[in-house]
């Protein structure tokens, strides 16, 4: 009997601490943000972990990804799909399904280039399962985009042979046009 009211003491004891702790934090201001009335400032999301997202090597959509596999044995929810390019190191398919990834962090932690991140991506909003499905070849591209309004390093180097070849045509011309008066300007000059 004795060891029964001592329990409930203990119960109606660990009842008033929750009860105290829940008072509290009801009384206390409010720290959920009420989007989109007011949106989280960067600074407090760096610590986030939003969907992965491929590290870009330079700002012309190339991605530090050797295509190694570690991602993929490493990642317990088998959510990266990863598919060795043609040519070179370069992933052809990358492939992840956030609805899979359980954000543990083991495929960041086991690449050896650190080509891969997680994303501060707080307001993705997706109105179907496989919008989930993400290629993240392709939002390394868009994100390239963005930086670099000239795309690809591939494209930035062909608008870059096209001006080489406008500018040698340009003074190709201008040679043929002194050529042409050169003559013409001396047959008239005493000699």
């Given at each position: ?53 491929l590290v870009p090597a ?134």
């Amino acid at each position: 009997m004795f060891k029964a009211i001592i329990d409930n003491l203990k119960g109606l004891y660990s009842l008033l601490v929750g009860l105290f702790i829940t008072g509290d934090f009801f009384l206390s201001p409010q720290k959920t943000t009420h989007y989109p009335r007011k949106v989280d400032d960067p600074e407090t999301l760096k610590s986030y972990r939003g969907p992965l997202e491929l590290v870009p090597a330079d700002n012309y959509g190339n991605g530090k990804c050797i295509s190694c596999q570690m991602c993929v044995r490493a990642c317990p929810g088998h959510c990266l799909t990863v598919t060795k390019g043609d040519k070179g190191k370069e992933p052809k398919v990358y492939l992840y399904d956030f609805t899979l990834c359980c954000l543990c962090a083991a495929c960041v932690e086991s690449c050896p280039t650190g080509a891969i991140r997680f994303s501060h991506k707080v307001y993705m909003v997706a109105p179907t399962r496989e919008a989930l499905h993400l290629d993240l070849i392709a939002d390394l591209k868009s994100r390239a985009t963005k930086i670099d309004p000239m795309g690809t390093k591939a494209a930035r180097l062909k608008v870059a042979k096209a001006e080489a070849e406008a500018a040698k045509a340009k003074a190709d011309a201008e040679d043929a046009a002194k050529a042409k008066a050169g003559p013409a300007g001396s047959a008239g000059a005493p000699a």
